[in-house]
């Protein structure tokens, strides 16, 4: 038999064939018209010989993973493995549900026809005795966790509960999918039956990720079935009918961290992921919120089925490119993520099978191990290069999979950071054809959707092909995204994939992301003017387009000097006294400061009417202003003033004196005190403007908390544009009033302070 198989890969590789196995899958790639009919009955004949012989070629180049792996002695307790030692240290250190649920793999099978309930019982406490995984606990001795694994007597204990169709089943189904689960005083493997008649019943079933994994589930469904139908025919014995398992999981965690101690086995693929990660950077996807400083696995899913149109576009792009599925999806996913992000190197992980040992296979248990996929996207390349690239990342990956992601993120001594996950905040799943048996004698079955409330990712991406074409459930973190912003990724991905399978030799940054609507609705519906009536459609004022903040601020001015502009506690200042008071700060900058267009005038004021006067006056002068917190620590604002270069710091009588450190270590930066520092019988007229639409107008720096503090360059045109939007969506006028309510350091400040003052309205601080 096998030399038939060797064969069968010899007139493959004359044919140029190549072949390998990935997530327990044979794979090809080959040019066209190679593989023929005839191969093609043989690959499918011999598939799993094939994918058996690859894999004792690997453990032929790694001993230990050709002999067979030895059993422990009995104990009271034994080692985890390296997986498990990591959940078993998240439980310790979650304190809300949505993280002490997030391991939960839960599931609800609809059961038509007569079920017998003894049978399955029975089946049940079968299954429960063949694999200990169901039958162990997890608890701290002498400071380590260890398995506890218990014997199993009498009957297995499945819980009843009746209910008729008018009661409020979902919630019973969420409730058991939402268990606690006590990690060191119960088993992890939940079992309910709900009676909803005498012909139909729900079978919910619920384990903890720490003794279970995908893998898992279409083992225990497909023996479930086996035992249940031999428990209803009283003439078998159940346990016959499966192969007696040669280990179990204390067996492979013992075996596991053996291996992890023979350096000969492990050094070269130690080494390979350090190179690989060595210095990966974090992304931030755009986001409807702030991250929390610690992350609470909030979460949500949304899905969405993608046409047999889209599959078959796809299905032809791998095909051309020798590529696989999973391949093409990921390189989509990650152009996704640059074109949002337009960060060049991106790291996101997938799942691996871990089950690289045929005595692996028949187990149910934690094996699955995480494969971080690093790419450096060139923008100007074709998407079918960087597709390549892809792949062999992806194959590279396959090859050093059997190193555990869990040592991976220890060897790396990633800095601990509590909001969010180490290495990737993307998690890609491509689900293989093969769906988990759902048959149970003569019983219909069907699988119940359950409502996602938890997210262990930024974004977890979980292709399936179904006969409809492909269907994508994405979980999401609730804490960062809002639904709709979900719904909008599906869309550009399609149209990504659309544009890809038109143009697969376009460059990256030149693929389409946006949908006809949306493209619509920003060039016309968004892009309106001051007064353009938003139920039609509307180009941005012509009229509008070459002028800055400072002269539609001194239109406004003129045409409404005497109303009122801002009012503060029991201050306020008319247009006529704002603008004239910014105009003699203007004219004290440009006449002490030589200022020019783009030059960088930092504040550091307390929140007053002079706050709005400074901002006004650094415009008009000609300069662009950069806001600094009053409270900011000494060396950020150190590191913002010198990395911005700033000409000048505005102070104010509160912020002076502790301002002025800043000279010892920014030599030649000039700190002013507005409040007496500029004569009051500078010019009161407007300054001639010497700024273009193009000129900067602002800077506002990021917090940091993904690395160093960027500064964000704004001209006056982005501005303007957002004035124009703002005051024609809200409908400002001379009689309204807007609080301005955001720190003047943060982006928000700029349309309260512009839109208002633009439109006439009164600023209220």
């Given at each position: 038999m096998v030399n038939q198989v060797e064969t069968l890969l010899l007139a493959l590789k004359q044919a140029g064939v190549e072949l390998w196995v990935e997530e327990g899958r044979l794979r090809s790639r080959?040019?066209?018209?190679?593989?023929?009919?005839?191969?093609?009955?043989?690959?499918?004949?011999?598939?799993d010989e094939i994918i058996a012989l690859f894999l004792n070629v690997q453990n032929t180049q790694s001993s230990p993973f050709g002999k067979k792996i030895p059993k422990v002695a009995q104990q009271a307790n034994y080692a985890m493995s390296n997986a498990q030692r990591r959940l078993w240290i998240l439980n310790q250190m979650s304190d809300t549900l949505e993280a002490k649920t997030a391991y939960n793999i839960p599931a609800a099978v609809r059961m038509r026809g007569d079920l017998n309930i003894g049978a399955l019982t029975k089946a049940l406490h079968l299954l429960t005795q063949r694999h200990e995984s169901l039958r162990t606990r997890f608890m701290a001795i002498e400071g380590e966790g260890r398995q506890i694994i218990d014997q199993i007597d009498g009957h297995f204990n499945l819980e009843l509960q009746e209910f008729s169709e008018n009661d409020r089943i979902s919630e019973a189904i969420q409730a058991h999918a939402g268990k606690i689960f006590d990690l060191e005083n119960e088993h992890l493997f939940s079992v309910k039956l709900l009676?909803?008649?005498?012909?139909?019943?729900?079978?919910?079933?619920?384990?903890?990720?720490?003794?279970?994994?995908?893998?898992?589930?279409?083992?225990?469904?497909?023996?479930?079935?086996?035992?249940?139908?031999?428990?209803?025919?009283?003439?078998?014995?159940?346990?016959?009918?499966?192969?007696?398992?040669?280990?179990?999981?204390?067996?492979?965690?013992?075996?596991?961290?053996?291996?992890?101690?023979?350096?000969?086995?492990?050094?070269?693929?130690?080494?390979f992921w350090l190179e690989t990660?060595?210095?990966?950077?974090?992304?931030?996807?755009?986001?409807?919120?702030?991250?929390?400083?610690?992350?609470?696995?909030?979460?949500?899913?949304?899905?969405r089925q993608f046409s047999n149109r889209t599959a078959k576009a796809l299905q032809s792009l791998t095909e051309r490119n020798g590529a696989t599925l999973f391949m093409t999806l990921t390189a989509l996913v990650k152009t996704l993520i640059y074109r949002y992000t337009r960060q060049s190197d991106l790291v996101i992980g997938s799942p691996n099978a871990g089950r690289p040992h045929p005595d692996l296979h028949p187990q149910i248990g934690f094996y699955i191990n995480t494969l971080t996929l690093r790419s450096k996207i060139d923008g100007t390349a074709p998407f079918e290069v960087f597709l390549q690239q892809v792949r062999k990342t992806a194959l590279s990956a396959f090859e050093h999979e059997l190193y555990p992601f869990d040592r991976l993120v220890e060897d790396l001594d990633i800095p601990r950071d509590m909001s969010r996950a180490p290495l990737f905040d993307v998690m890609l799943v491509v689900q293989n054809n093969e769906s988990t048996s759902l048959r149970l004698g003569n019983l219909e079955l069907e699988l119940e959707a359950l409502e996602t409330n938890s997210g262990k990712f930024d974004l977890s991406f979980v292709f399936d092909e179904n006969s409809d074409g492909l269907f994508l459930h994405v979980e999401y973190n609730t804490d960062i995204f809002k639904k709709d912003r979900i719904e909008r990724l599906f869309d550009h991905l399609e149209t990504l994939v659309d544009s890809v399978s038109a143009h697969p030799h376009f460059a990256v940054d030149q693929l389409n992301i946006l949908p006809e609507t949306e493209k619509q609705r920003l060039l016309e519906a968004f892009n309106v003017?001051?007064?353009?009536?938003?139920?039609?459609?509307?180009?941005?004022?012509?009229?509008?387009?070459?002028?800055?903040?400072?002269?539609?601020?001194?239109?406004?001015?003129?045409?409404?000097?005497?109303?009122?502009?801002?009012?503060?506690?029991?201050?306020?200042?008319?247009?006529?006294?704002?603008?004239?008071?910014?105009?003699?700060?203007?004219?004290?900058?440009?006449?002490?400061?030589?200022?020019?267009?783009?030059?960088?005038?930092?504040?550091?004021?307390?929140?007053?009417?002079?706050?709005?006067?400074a901002i006004l006056g650094v415009l008009k002068s000609g300069a662009a202003y950069l806001p600094i917190a009053t409270d900011a620590p000494p060396a950020r604002a150190t590191f913002m003033l010198q990395d911005s270069r700033t000409k000048a710091l505005l102070t104010d009588d509160s912020t002076h004196s502790s301002a002025l450190h800043f000279q010892t270590t920014l030599a030649g930066l000039e700190i002013v005190n507005i409040t007496t520092e500029f004569a009051q019988n500078q010019p009161v007229?407007?300054?001639?403007?010497?700024?273009?639409?193009?000129?900067?107008?602002?800077?506002?720096?990021?917090?940091?908390?993904?690395?160093?503090?960027?500064?964000?360059?704004?001209?006056?045109?982005?501005?303007?544009?957002?004035?124009?939007?703002?005051?024609?969506?809200?409908?400002?006028?001379?009689?309204?009033?807007?609080?301005?309510?955001?720190?003047?350091?943060?982006?928000?400040?700029?349309?309260?302070?512009?839109?208002?003052?633009?439109?006439?309205?009164?600023?209220?601080?």
């Amino acid at each position: 038999m096998v030399n038939q198989v060797e064969t069968l890969l010899l007139a493959l590789k004359q044919a140029g064939v190549e072949l390998w196995v990935e997530e327990g899958r044979l794979r090809s790639r080959a040019p066209e018209g190679a593989i023929t009919p005839e191969l093609r009955e043989g690959i499918k004949a011999r598939r799993d010989e094939i994918i058996a012989l690859f894999l004792n070629v690997q453990n032929t180049q790694s001993s230990p993973f050709g002999k067979k792996i030895p059993k422990v002695a009995q104990q009271a307790n034994y080692a985890m493995s390296n997986a498990q030692r990591r959940l078993w240290i998240l439980n310790q250190m979650s304190d809300t549900l949505e993280a002490k649920t997030a391991y939960n793999i839960p599931a609800a099978v609809r059961m038509r026809g007569d079920l017998n309930i003894g049978a399955l019982t029975k089946a049940l406490h079968l299954l429960t005795q063949r694999h200990e995984s169901l039958r162990t606990r997890f608890m701290a001795i002498e400071g380590e966790g260890r398995q506890i694994i218990d014997q199993i007597d009498g009957h297995f204990n499945l819980e009843l509960q009746e209910f008729s169709e008018n009661d409020r089943i979902s919630e019973a189904i969420q409730a058991h999918a939402g268990k606690i689960f006590d990690l060191e005083n119960e088993h992890l493997f939940s079992v309910k039956l709900l009676k909803i008649s005498a012909a139909e019943h729900l079978l919910l079933l619920n384990m903890h990720h720490i003794i279970s994994d995908g893998w898992s589930i279409s083992v225990l469904m497909k023996e479930l079935s086996q035992l249940y139908e031999a428990c209803v025919d009283d003439h078998i014995q159940p346990l016959s009918l499966l192969p007696e398992l040669t280990i179990q999981y204390k067996d492979y965690a013992a075996w596991q961290n053996s291996l992890m101690e023979d350096e000969a086995i492990v050094g070269g693929l130690r080494n390979f992921w350090l190179e690989t990660l060595k210095n990966a950077p974090s992304f931030d996807l755009p986001t409807d919120f702030a991250r929390p400083a610690v992350k609470s696995y909030k979460g949500a899913a949304a899905n969405r089925q993608f046409s047999n149109r889209t599959a078959k576009a796809l299905q032809s792009l791998t095909e051309r490119n020798g590529a696989t599925l999973f391949m093409t999806l990921t390189a989509l996913v990650k152009t996704l993520i640059y074109r949002y992000t337009r960060q060049s190197d991106l790291v996101i992980g997938s799942p691996n099978a871990g089950r690289p040992h045929p005595d692996l296979h028949p187990q149910i248990g934690f094996y699955i191990n995480t494969l971080t996929l690093r790419s450096k996207i060139d923008g100007t390349a074709p998407f079918e290069v960087f597709l390549q690239q892809v792949r062999k990342t992806a194959l590279s990956a396959f090859e050093h999979e059997l190193y555990p992601f869990d040592r991976l993120v220890e060897d790396l001594d990633i800095p601990r950071d509590m909001s969010r996950a180490p290495l990737f905040d993307v998690m890609l799943v491509v689900q293989n054809n093969e769906s988990t048996s759902l048959r149970l004698g003569n019983l219909e079955l069907e699988l119940e959707a359950l409502e996602t409330n938890s997210g262990k990712f930024d974004l977890s991406f979980v292709f399936d092909e179904n006969s409809d074409g492909l269907f994508l459930h994405v979980e999401y973190n609730t804490d960062i995204f809002k639904k709709d912003r979900i719904e909008r990724l599906f869309d550009h991905l399609e149209t990504l994939v659309d544009s890809v399978s038109a143009h697969p030799h376009f460059a990256v940054d030149q693929l389409n992301i946006l949908p006809e609507t949306e493209k619509q609705r920003l060039l016309e519906a968004f892009n309106v003017g001051i007064g353009a009536n938003t139920n039609t459609k509307s180009n941005t004022n012509p009229d509008l387009a070459d002028q800055t903040l400072v002269q539609l601020f001194e239109a406004q001015v003129n045409r409404t000097p005497d109303e009122i502009a801002l009012v503060f506690g029991n201050k306020t200042l008319s247009y006529r006294a704002l603008n004239e008071t910014a105009n003699q700060l203007a004219h004290f900058l440009r006449a002490n400061h030589a200022v020019q267009p783009d030059d960088i005038i930092a504040l550091q004021l307390e929140r007053s009417e002079q706050m709005i006067v400074a901002i006004l006056g650094v415009l008009k002068s000609g300069a662009a202003y950069l806001p600094i917190a009053t409270d900011a620590p000494p060396a950020r604002a150190t590191f913002m003033l010198q990395d911005s270069r700033t000409k000048a710091l505005l102070t104010d009588d509160s912020t002076h004196s502790s301002a002025l450190h800043f000279q010892t270590t920014l030599a030649g930066l000039e700190i002013v005190n507005i409040t007496t520092e500029f004569a009051q019988n500078q010019p009161v007229v407007n300054p001639d403007s010497i700024n273009k639409p193009q000129d900067l107008a602002y800077i506002i720096y990021t917090s940091g908390s993904t690395g160093q503090p960027k500064g964000v360059m704004v001209e006056h045109a982005g501005v303007v544009n957002l004035a124009q939007w703002q005051i024609d969506y809200f409908g400002l006028q001379t009689s309204d009033a807007v609080l301005q309510f955001a720190a003047y350091t943060f982006d928000a400040s700029v349309w309260e302070i512009m839109s208002t003052l633009l439109s006439g309205a009164r600023l209220a601080l």
